[in-house]
């Protein structure tokens, strides 16, 4: 069967109602699309084109992973990414502290060790091995959203269930309330798949995760099946609350329906469907390539930010398609 080259990423599902950070997200959305496309046409290798799109995205400071990641309820960052192909390759990594780019890190797991996931101080002294180059400091913009939220939290403006959780473990944990009262828009989860025409099908995901997240907390984006996932037939990477989309699995029960002969767009319908019936809407989104070099997208939230390359080689950038 003949194959076509395709690649999507994906910029975080949200609100995206920050008009400041909307264009500037947009800006990079296309330069990462652009230089992605160049790499999976000049290589004809899906994992090359996955890796750099999530890499550039990680180097932005605009969106949720490497730089420009989100800060923890105590001020820090800690970063997950993963990465998947058709042919076996699987490698993560969690609670990454001085590693610039994560994605790259997964991706060194993945080729250079006998393991799966590598988390903590162990990954980052794994990147210094390999010279990979340190996290530089937050952005101020990064800094002045993690201020705004905390402030909005404690003064109980946040009214989302996950967050009054989180204000509500700190309100009963006194050393918590001591840390946090001598000090909170957010975006999301960054991620790529794509197919080459060899038929190498491959799935990148990075994130800083949820912004105000308790220290040590992992999400989704280090979890196959949750996160990222890709078989024979599909690649996926998810964007969201990594809580919800470890509870629905979407990217593996994706692969599960195309395996049981589902066509691609009634899979990705299922999926989304699955999704709102088991931790409900306004929680996630994911963006797929199947074999054959189709491309799609499902979310249930206000927007998701995607850049692809359309049948005229343009790249169409969009938060609301």
């Known amino acids: 069967m003949l194959m076509a080259k395709s690649i999507i990423l994906h910029g975080g599902a949200g609100s995206w109602k920050d008009s400041k950070i909307r264009e500037k997200a947009y800006v990079v959305m296309e330069k990462c699309t652009r230089r992605a496309w160049e790499i999976l046409n000049n290589t ?3 994992l090359e084109a996955v890796v750099e799109a999530v890499k550039c995205m990680e180097d932005s400071g605009y969106l949720n992973a490497g ?9 820090n960052r800690t970063l997950d990414a ?20 994560p994605i790259v890190l997964a991706r060194i797991v993945a080729e ?45 403006e946040i ?13 009963t944990n006194e050393n918590y309330k ?10 999301d989860t960054v991620g790529a798949v794509a197919v080459d025409d060899n038929g190498l099908l491959a799935a990148a995901v990075s994130t800083g995760g949820v912004i105000l997240k308790l220290p040590g907390r992992i999400g989704d984006s280090p979890i196959p099946g949750a996160g990222f996932y890709s078989s024979k037939k599909v690649a996926c990477s998810s964007t969201g609350f990594g809580e919800m989309i ?13 395996d049981q002969g ?52 343009r790249v169409i950038v969009n938060h609301k398609p």
């Open 44 to 46: 004809n290798n899906a």
């Open 67 to 75: 730089v420009g990641s989100v800060l923890d309820i105590l001020g």
């Open 82 to 101: 993963g990465i998947m192909t058709s042919n076996g390759l699987i490698g993560a990594v969690s609670a990454v502290k001085a590693t610039r780019n």
């Open 112 to 156: 250079k060790t006998p393991h799966i996931i590598i988390g903590g101080d162990g990954a980052d002294t794994l990147a210094r091995l390999y010279g990979l180059p340190p996290l530089p400091p937050p952005p101020k913009h990064a800094v002045e959203g993690y201020y705004e939220n905390l402030k909005k939290l404690l003064g109980g």
């Open 159 to 171: 009214s989302r269930d996950y967050w009054r959780k989180i204000l509500a473990f700190i309100e």
């Open 178 to 187: 001591k840390f946090v009262g001598s000090l909170a828009n957010t975006s």
């Open 246 to 258: 470890i509870r629905s699995m979407p990217c593996l029960k994706l692969a599960e329906y195309m």
């Open 262 to 313: 589902m066509n691609f767009e009634e899979a990705l319908d299922k999926v989304i469907t699955i999704v709102n019936e088991t931790v409900g809407k306004d929680t996630m989104g994911f963006i797929a390539v199947d074999y054959m070099g189709r491309i799609g997208w499902r979310y249930n939230t206000k927007g998701m930010l995607i850049g692809y390359i359309d049948r005229e080689g």
